[in-house]
């Protein structure tokens, strides 16, 4: 894997089934300084039973949009004060959130590209470790075998997000 820092001597899941997704390292852009709109901004062009990411931090809440999430598959930020990661694997429909602090450490997330167990696997900035979307664990890499603080987050429809959350935000599409 010809650019990459990995150490691959470390890994839980065998190379044979690393596929690749088809586009190159963050070839799907993750979203590392995302802009928020109001809501009344995002009745614009989202429908009422569109599914959005609802997460909620430190009495701040958030929608993301599945039709952003689909082309982006990872959005790094900061809600409440605190880093987050909330992700979304369009192969198997996952939504999850993740805390973006690991053992006291900042990590931000991108793509790799590759899939295995026909889910996203990311890879953290710091350390190029492999990352399992749909359970949160390191796969490959010198952080194998850690796992991710998982965040709770809902999928649920534009509609309930905002019954839920009136004064939430949502992800803009710019």
Known sequence: MIGWKTDFSYHTVPFADFLSGGPPRDGIRPLDRPTFITQDEGDEWLSALEPVISFEMNGEQRAYPLQILIWHEVVNDVVGGVP????????????????????????????????????????????????????????AGELTGKSLKLIPAALVSWNSFRGAFPDGSVLSRD
């Open 84 to 139: 987050v990661t909330v992700t979304f694997c369009p192969l198997c429909n996952s939504s999850i959130a993740f805390s973006g602090m690991h053992e006291g450490q900042l990590l931000d997330f991108g793509t790799t590209g590759w899939i295995a167990n026909a889910d996203l696997v990311m890879y953290d900035r710091l350390t190029e470790t492999r990352w399992q979307q749909i359970t949160g664990e390191a796969i």
